[in-house]
């Protein structure tokens, strides 16, 4: 569990530093599966199973555990609707959607640029070109 | 290794296939240490030790490992000065300085709301409240 420095209010947020609260939420926040879910929850709540399909090669216990991250940081919201079978949802809150557009504008860029980025990639190129 | 898939030019880009390229290089520029990497490059070329004092709490092999992985996708370039004593710079390329705009969004966002983030957070909350 993170430990809340004592000086909280009267220092700058600042990830650079390793103390610091904001560098604790970057590394919640960073990582492909964060951002992955954080991307897929848009204007539509999504159940479990419905995550799993969209977000490909994730696995059941990686997206529970990042989810509850999410849920701590308070950037998702988890609505049970508490029936036999049980129906759970997942939600962004108003934190959550406003980071969304900074981790769609991440994704979208690394798609449009994937081929000039794959294009300078020597690893990749020569996996290319034995095939 | 990467593997490149064989149909590559002829789908969609899209980080939530599995096996789509955006994915592994999402996988690349994720994570908090490549982004405070490409954070910290600005404008200005950055030597191993600098990087290591702006970036707290990285380990001298982390730091080393993702810069060899932001090379490789060519997002920063290494200039080794062939001097005795060596003299290392690294400075972000046209299309890492163009990535960086996006990272740089989501780490300023981190801060600009970390205190409405930490206030929300229970886990959070209730170590302050023990002090």
Not at 29 to 49: F, P, Q, T
Not at 52 to 62: A, C, D, F, N, P
Not at 97 to 124: F, G, Q, T
Request: with cysteine.
């Amino acid at each position: 569990m993170y430990e809340l420095p004592q000086d909280i209010t009267q220092e700058k947020p600042d990830v650079f530093r390793k103390k610091c609260p904001a560098r604790y939420l970057l590394s919640r926040v960073s990582g492909k599966w964060s951002m992955l879910i954080v991307d897929a929850l848009h204007n539509k709540n999504l159940r479990n199973g419905e995550l799993m399909r969209i977000i490909e090669g994730i696995s059941q216990k990686m997206l529970t555990q990042t989810l509850r991250e999410l849920e701590e940081i308070q950037l998702v919201k988890r609505h049970d609707m508490q029936t036999v079978p049980p129906h759970v949802e997942y939600e962004l809150t108003e934190l959550g959607k406003s980071l969304r557009e900074k981790i769609c504008a991440m994704d979208r860029w690394i798609e449009e640029n994937m081929l000039e980025l794959i294009a300078n990639n020597p690893s990749i190129q020569l996996k290319r070109n034995k095939t």
